[in-house]
């Protein structure tokens, strides 16, 4: 069908009565807010993230959620390539591991990991695709074990202009109606999309429109241009978010991604957007636990720490354990290592005095824990990228702590006693922390100060000592122009400099603080990163 049959003129108007319908699927599919409902009605939304969003990271993220309130948790699997999924066994079988036959275990279908129905939903499996055939081939291989297929249309990467998918696609409107209709007609499950932001509100709301006339079941949004990415990131603009839910029919089921670092981003995001669910990615590496409610003061356990000025969150050295009990217990099928409660500075002293110091038990302890090693799954990406997720989680310390930072650079999936040895070193570095804290409280807080600007004041917002999970804050696009590591686009330069203005801006779209309604609480928000 040519799209310009299909896509609705764009419409000044409150546009509910131009909604757009996509064409009925034979069967009994279901579409839209009917198979949002279906699936438990998610508000929270792990991102699809290439090399991040496998199993058992989506895993520790579902562990943080209240049973109850599991299926209010929806995550996306990292973008597989659709071509390459629909015609290399070796790559699916790198990327994707729903049955144990799809890890490596020849004969054994039984189920596995990804999309695994009793731990694993709802879950949203998303391409990268220029090709509808590739797309719906692919598609169809991965729907016995997800609840949809997403459609990237946001990546800005080289590589996705160089393979023609992701943002750049874009400008290729009847390509992506072609892409996402065959599903939508095709596909036994629901289609998706995921996008960015037009050149305006109306742009975007256009572009919204088409995409949900093709068929598409859930649009996400993410409230940043093709432009912004790396040292340009910047401000994500929640108002485009809320332009969609005030002009598309109540029906229509959004989410909103960008700039969500925290619990309480979560929460205003949902308020200021209307969207049905928030995305969170950067945010979601930095902190696991970002959709999770804090617990009540008083009810912090060990895992939650809460200073005395209120500020809180999951301690680093809990959400390392959790991490490996969820690598031992579904992707190496074994049983983890026992361990002592997580240090409490309330605990008797004597507990903790015999310990030995793990930077000194490399050799032996190496050979003992021979229960770690990894043969069994040797492709598994979930062993691959360990390494790097805690390296991200790590990032509050290692700089301080290098002592840790040097046992995770010797870790690797050949070998779990290698991660065990960090968590060792970690446990006492946090151990030495919370004592610290206990006498000198004040070394670990900031005090509030209002001349703080840029990337400073977000620090001063959302830091937290460095045993406690939170966000990483990158300088805000102005700060890197300033540092050097952002050049302005030739052309913007040389005009500038012709027009004898200051280098006060960067050259591409990346909105001021001021001009974005609806965006996160203070202007220094304006600090927040994104991929
Ligand atoms: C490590 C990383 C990998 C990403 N991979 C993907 C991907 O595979 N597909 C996609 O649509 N977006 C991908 N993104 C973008 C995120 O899904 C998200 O749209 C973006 O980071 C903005 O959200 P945030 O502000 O919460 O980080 C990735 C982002 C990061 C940080």
Known sequence: MAVSESIPAPSNSSAVQDAPKPEPVPGKKLHGREFYKSIGSPKYIVAPMVDRSEFAW????????????????????????????????????????PTRA??????????????????????????????????????????????????NLGCPQGIARKGHYGAFLQEDWDLIYRLINRLHKELPIPVTAKFRIQESKEKTLEYAKMILSAGASIITLHGRTREQKGHNTGLADWSYIRYLRDHL???????????????????????????????????????????????????????????RDGKGGYRIDAVFRRYLDIIYKYVLEKPAPERKPLYLP??????????????EEEGPQRKKQKRGKTETYPNSPNLKFMQAHLFQLFRPLISTHTNVR?????????????????????????????????????????????SLTGSKAIIAEYGRPFWVCQPHIRPTPEEALEAGALQEKKGEKKKKQENGEALDKVATSVKSPTESVNTPTTAAKDALLSG
């Open 58 to 97: 989506r895993m520790l993220t579902r562990s943080f959620m209240p049973p109850e309130e599991s299926k209010l948790l929806l995550a996306y699997s990292p973008m597989f390539h659709a071509r390459l999924f629909r015609e290399e066994a070796g790559y699916r079988a790198k990327m994707f591991q």
């Open 102 to 151: 799809h890890a490596g275990r020849k004969g054994d279908d039984s189920i596995y990991l990804d999309g695994n129905p009793a731990i694993d939903r709802p879950f949203f499996v998303q391409f990268c695709a220029n090709n509808p055939d590739d797309f719906l081939e692919s598609a169809r291989l991965a729907a016995p074990y997800c609840d949809a297929v997403d459609l």
């Open 249 to 307: 029919p109540p029906e229509t089921v959004i989410f909103a991604n960008g700039n969500n670092l925290n619990y309480d981003d979560v929460q205003r995001c949902l308020e200021a957007t209307g969207a049905d669910g928030v995305m969170s990615a950067e945010g979601n590496l930095s902190d696991p636990s970002i959709f999770s409610k804090p617990p009540p003061v008083g009810s912090e356990g060990r895992e939650y720490w809460r200073g």
């Open 346 to 359: 309330s605990d008797p002293e004597e507990e903790h005095i015999t310990e030995s110091d793990p930077d």
């Open 406 to 450: 040097d046992a995770l650079a010797k870790s690797g999936p050949h070998d779990m006693a290698t991660f065990e040895r960090t968590l060792s070193i970690l446990e006492r570095e946090v151990k030495k922390g919370l004592k610290e804290y206990e006498q000198f409280p004040e070394r670990f807080e900031s005090k509030p100060d209002p």
